[in-house]
């Protein structure tokens, strides 16, 4: 199991270099379901070993793919999961009783157990569950004493049958660590495992649900923000928006303006959609929004991230907007769901802001080999590098609301969201280890 799960993790890290997977959505949702089969198929003594393993795979996830921010923050999430789940099972275990939190805590650990003889080797009967037969824990004191005692020489009783007798003396050998081969293969399976996994695995469960709902949250939305007569200019291609305006479509007329968001030219499709939908639309060029901008009364953009600070990292473009809407004083609402809400600041090292597409959304490769042609035969021709970057960073003073699945909230609220998604000791998953994976 622990090949395949590697095998896996290597898969998605060889998918997300070659740009196979595509989109915030499609990563985070891969990213949490692997982080779920590392929880359920791995077994851990404790949430300090838990913890350990997530933060190694979700730093080399994050190394794969470092402009996608939204890695990390799934791998943030569950680590806050494992902490709370931890702290609160330390509250319950204290209000339990003194006895019982003084027998928890002095449970010897995995190295004392395989230096004890066989015979303290007595487990406790607890309530039958699922992960109570799997996880078997050793017993200590009246417990250990009462079964040894039970188990040095007790005779079968008389009306038992002699196969009875035979299966009750090798279970008490397999116990007490006898069985050769297979007792040590028994204990081996009945190694200790962390009592509050199965609600972080539920809890991931949720969050795998919540992701696949985001989109009609936002969307649900709609109503609220969208008015009569309204007009609405947005940027580019983003489902979100799509989403939203569509919903709003159903109960309000409005106008929406799409600026075509050169040079992949993505408000195409967007146009293309809002007007089979019914909603009247007008498409215009990058160059003309700030003409178009005074007569608009909002201004809707997806986003690829939200930092710290109330910074938006969005498509290309997306500042020239929020600028052209700011000097117009038209808010400037951003569509986002809460798993792009990033730990980190701009200034950062660790965020990568931008990667760049091919420069044939640019200039043609015609062009391209014409002018290596020429520099091959010599020719006195001018070096022109094309860049073709994907994402914007739109400050913080720029946006007006950020609606979230969970509802709106200002730039200035985002470090309270950050205390309540995340821990602060998850901020940098592993800065060791991404040094040794990037190098």
Known sequence: ?????????????????????????????????????????????????????????????????????????????????????????????????????????????????????????????????????????????????????????????????????????????????????????????????????????????????????????????????????????????????????????????FQVVVAEAAPRYDGHRMARALAAAGVQTTLIADSAVFAMMARVNKVLVGAHAVLANGGVIAPSGSHVVAAAARRHSVPLVVLVGLHKLSPLFPHDPDVAFNEFKSPADVVDFDVLAEAFVRRDEGADTVNVEVCNPCFDYVPPHLVSLFLTDTGGYTPSYVYRLLAEYYSREDYLLSAELLNLINK
């Open 1 to 253: 199991m622990q090949q395949q799960l590697s095998a896996l993790v290597e898969g998605y890290c060889d998918q997300l270099r070659r740009r196979q997977i595509e989109g915030s959505f499609q990563c985070a949702k891969r990213t949490a379901e692997i982080m779920r089969l590392l929880i359920t198929t791995q077994r851990h003594a404790d949430a300090a070993s838990l913890i350990e393993d997530v933060r190694t795979v979700g730093t080399k996830l994050q190394a794969a793919k470092p402009v996608e921010l939204v890695i990390g923050n799934i791998v943030r999430r569950v680590l806050h999961m494992i902490r709370e789940e931890e702290e609160q099972g330390g509250d319950e275990d204290g209000a339990g009783g003194a006895g019982a939190h003084e027998a928890e805590e002095h449970q010897p650990g995995l190295l004392s157990q395989a230096l004890r003889g066989p015979a303290s080797r007595v487990f406790i009967n607890r309530a039958v569950s699922l992960s109570n037969l799997l996880d078997q824990r050793p017993a200590e004191g009246p417990l250990a004493a009462m079964g040894t005692s039970s188990g040095g020489g007790a005779q079968p009783q008389a009306g038992s049958s002699g196969g009875g007798a035979s299966a009750s003396a090798s279970a008490s050998a397999a116990d007490d660590g006898g069985g050769g081969e297979g007792g040590a293969r028994r204990r081996v399976r009945s190694a200790p495992q962390w009592q509050h996994k199965q609600t972080v695995i539920e809890l991931l469960n949720e969050l795998i649900d919540e992701l696949d709902g985001i989109e009609a949250q936002i969307a649900h939305q709609a109503v609220e923000h969208i008015h009569a007569n309204e007009v609405i200019l947005t940027y580019g291609m983003s489902d979100t928006v799509l989403l939203f305006l569509k919903e709003a479509s159903k109960k309000r007329e």
